[in-house]
């Protein structure tokens, strides 16, 4: 599989939109098909874009795209993707995380608004809402959508953030709310992409557009904040000087512009701590409202003093920069080569400091990068969380996971009916969606329980990886497959096609044929 990866490179493809690749036998037969009555398990992590593609393999009466018909899988997700679907989780939620800020805001009955477009509406709903969909009372969330039609934004870096701003700005203008939440996406979407002046572009369009806010903000005498969910684009190049289309390690800005105090023009004399993290926001935001934090919201305050004469409930504005990581140095970093004189003067006049937003910090394992999923849980938690791939790593470090009833299930039902067992998911080391590891350790129970026919269908995309990462990742997978004695590669493809998570059923079919009817270039 992997050199035919590379020839797939060689013809201009890259790993975040291969198109599918099929191992077929020596008739050219695809071999490995998920087939009626088979075992599948999808070990991917995180979970808002695994939804699409398990639907239409197990949801009775899927009709978004021709289909095989049922399939009657056994289908086992890490995870829980949806409650609607009907499958075996691996690890369950270990409850709701209660008393976030929205859930407090709509206690305390003030109105909140969030403004996001499509490509991140689950990150200012599902994963702020403490991994959610439940709507508090007095939210509302508007959501623009982001441009169709496009295999990669760097065609459009500006991505829909003018229509953000504008709804941003005319609810700010309304003042029916008491707090206003915007995320602007492009830095974070076109800062996985290889090419630096759309991303030049990203972040200027960002720019002009937080300026907006800013203004709108300042007429209407709100308290505004701006931060970040993770790093990305600050830190470009590796120190050998390839591209780093990733998320990165380095902390995140944090500026409060206090408009709420007359004639200060959002300087406000506030002095902010200086060792905070992501989920020091939120019991930031209810103080600024007025509104006691609850109990469970262990993180603390980011401003240790302010003016005794500011207003006792201002109305307050959040923006989140996604992917607007803080680096002094400018060698590689994307941020600083771009022009961003509102941002420069926010950061100018206005007190601010430094958010650490990645590893431990935001539930993850130590030295790891930050991410969306886990930036915007903390951002809303205000306590750590630990996340998903934390819980599964110590399963398989205490011997748990090998344990595991859904996965035992799984394997028995391939053994007992003599059936295939499909293990699905992610290739990578890095990705928040998951990791390879997961897959050895379920490569290792399969022989463990003595399967024979076991097929991986891999998904690749550069993310925080070398170019080309992709074939090294599948060839890792092959390795592990030839020592253990179990498993083969039978399809390739980039993430672009089967994690979708704004109804493209296009990208979603294609997927779905190249995994079911092995539809894809074929390699024997």
Not at 28 to 42: D, L, N, Q, S
Not at 187 to 199: F, L, P
Not at 252 to 264: C, E, H, N, R, Y
Not at 300 to 318: A, F, I, Q, T, Y
Request: net charge negative.
């Amino acid at each position: 599989m992997g050199d035919a990866i590379r020839r797939a490179y060689r013809s201009g493809q890259e790993d975040e939109a291969l198109t599918p690749i099929v191992r077929v036998d020596g008739r050219g037969k695809p071999r490995g098909r998920i087939g009626t009555g088979e075992a599948v398990i999808f070990y991917d992590l995180r979970g808002e874009r695994e939804v699409e593609i398990s639907r239409s393999l197990v949801e009775p009466g899927f009709s978004r795209f021709p289909t095989a018909g049922p399939l009657g899988l056994h289908f086992v997700t890490m995870i829980e993707y949806d409650p609607s679907l009907p499958v075996k989780v691996a690890f369950p939620k270990e409850g709701r995380v209660r008393d976030t800020l929205a859930e407090t805001v709509g206690r305390a009955g003030m109105r909140l608004l969030k403004v996001a477009e499509s490509e991140k509406a689950a990150h200012i709903g599902f994963f702020m809402n403490g991994k959610s969909d439940e709507v508090f009372p007095g939210e509302e969330k508007r959501i623009v959508p982001s441009p169709e039609g496009l295999v990669n934004y760097d065609t459009a870096p500006e991505m829909s953030a003018g229509r953000v701003a504008d709804e941003v700005a005319s609810a700010i203008a309304a003042g029916k709310h008491d707090l206003v939440i915007a995320n602007f996406a492009n830095v974070d979407v076109v800062g996985h992409i290889e090419n630096r002046a759309a991303i030049i572009a990203a972040v200027e369009a960002v720019d002009r557009e937080l300026g907006r806010v800013v203004d709108a903000a300042e007429a209407a005498g709100a308290a505004l904040l701006v931060t970040a969910d993770h790093g990305t684009v600050e830190e470009w190049l590796y120190p050998d000087g390839q591209v780093n289309t990733g998320h990165t390690r380095n902390p995140v800005p944090f500026i409060l512009a206090d408009f709420s105090l007359a004639g200060s023009g959002g300087g406000g004399g506030a002095r902010l701590r200086e060792d905070g993290e992501l989920a020091d926001v939120a019991p930031t935001v209810l103080s600024l409202l007025g509104v006691a934090p609850p109990p469970a919201m262990t993180a603390r305050n980011l401003v240790v003093s302010s003016p005794s004469s500011r207003p006792k409930r201002p109305k307050v504005v959040l923006v989140i920069l996604d992917g607007w990581g803080w680096r002094s140095e400018t060698e590689g970093n994307l941020i600083a080569a771009a022009r961003t004189p509102r941002f420069d003067d926010l950061w100018a006049r206005c007190p601010h400091t430094t958010l650490r937003a990645s590893g431990e910090a935001v539930g993850l394992p130590p030295g790891t990068v930050g991410n969306s999923e886990a930036g915007h849980l903390h951002l809303g938690a205000g306590r750590r969380i630990l996340l998903d791939r934390v819980r599964v790593d110590a399963a398989v470090a205490d011997g748990s996971f090998f344990e595991n009833e859904a996965f035992l299930g799984a394997m028995a039902h391939a053994r007992e009916s003599k059936k295939a067992l499909h293990l699905m998911g992610i290739v990578s080391h890095y990705s928040s969606h998951g990791t390879i590891r997961h897959l050895f350790a379920l490569l290792d129970l399969a022989r463990r329980a003595g399967l024979e026919d076991v097929f991986v269908h891999g998904f690749i995309g550069r993310r925080g990886e070398k170019p080309e990462s992709g074939a090294v990742y599948v060839e890792k997978v092959e390795a592990k497959c030839r020592e253990l004695g179990v498993g083969m590669v039978v399809t390739v493809m980039g993430r672009y096609w089967p994690l979708d998570r704004e109804e493209n059923w296009d990208r979603v079919e294609r997927a779905y044929r190249a995994l079911v009817f092995g539809e894809g270039t074929p390699v024997s």
